[in-house]
């Protein structure tokens, strides 16, 4: 399989702190997205970076890429109740082309009041 | 949310009975997929379309056909439902190139197979 893997599997953390989840990934890609899923919902896409950007900043959300290592975090910062959810990485192999993305497994964060 | 409307949200069957999941866009986007979700297997795609009328296998695509006759509307048929095929079903579209093929997911259909 292509896909992207998670780590940790999950995360436990107390409301205001920072959350940083990683995913890496096996082949040459065009760009990377993370998406987010609350219980019982469908995946909300977050943010996209693609392969020839290092950093990329959305609101409270930083995610870097580290193509070399085949690599990618997601930082959330003063991390609220809201975020928990479950994340996931998704790779873009082909460029645009009509066979989608290809999903990791997820990280479950749970945010503590 | 995109405009992206899965039936039935919630569907109990009976092994060996057929299935017909629909997904229905108003984005008029060119690229629509089928995943399905399971516990320790993340997403996983079943099929996508390219087109009105031209469709492609993905992952796991056995047990599973895949119609559009329209650009709106993608359905998914189990031909005969088993167990193996309790899930929950995502609908997903993207505009693809120009978007950086950023997909958007309906809210799911949750198929259980008794």
């Known amino acids: 399989s292509q896909q992207g893997e998670e780590d940790p599997q999950a995360l436990s953390i107390q409301e205001g702190e920072n959350a940083t989840m990683n995913c890496s990934y096996k082949t040459s890609i065009n760009n990377l997205q993370w998406y987010r899923q609350n219980s019982g919902r469908g995946l909300v896409h977050l943010i996209l970076i693609r392969s020839n950007e290092r950093e990329k900043h959305s609101g409270r959300l930083r995610v870097t890429l580290d193509t070399s290592k085949k690599s990618s975090s997601l930082l959330i910062t003063a991390s609220r109740a809201a975020d928990t959810a479950s994340y996931f990485c998704?790779?873009?192999?082909?460029?645009?082309?009509?066979?989608?993305?290809?999903f990791g497994k997820g990280t479950h964060l749970i945010i503590q009041p | 949310d995109a405009g992206i409307t899965q039936s039935p949200r919630h569907k109990v069957t009976e092994t060996g009975t057929p299935v017909t999941l629909r997904c229905h866009q108003t984005?008029?986007?060119?690229?629509m997929y089928w995943y399905r979700q399971d516990p320790g297997h993340g997403l996983r795609l079943i099929h996508y379309?390219?087109?009105?009328?031209?469709?492609d296998k993905g992952e796991v695509s056995d047990g599973y056909s895949v119609s559009r006759s329209k650009t709106e509307d993608f359905l998914l048929t189990l031909e005969s439902a088993t167990s193996s095929q309790t899930s929950v079903y995502f609908c997903a579209i993207s505009g693809g190139q120009h978007s950086g093929n950023t997909i958007y997911f309906g809210e799911g259909s949750w198929l259980t197979v008794v």
């Open positions: 998704a790779t873009d192999f082909s460029g645009g082309g009509a066979d989608g993305l290809t």
């Open positions: 379309s390219y087109g009105v009328k031209d469709t």
């Open positions: 984005e008029n986007h060119r690229y």
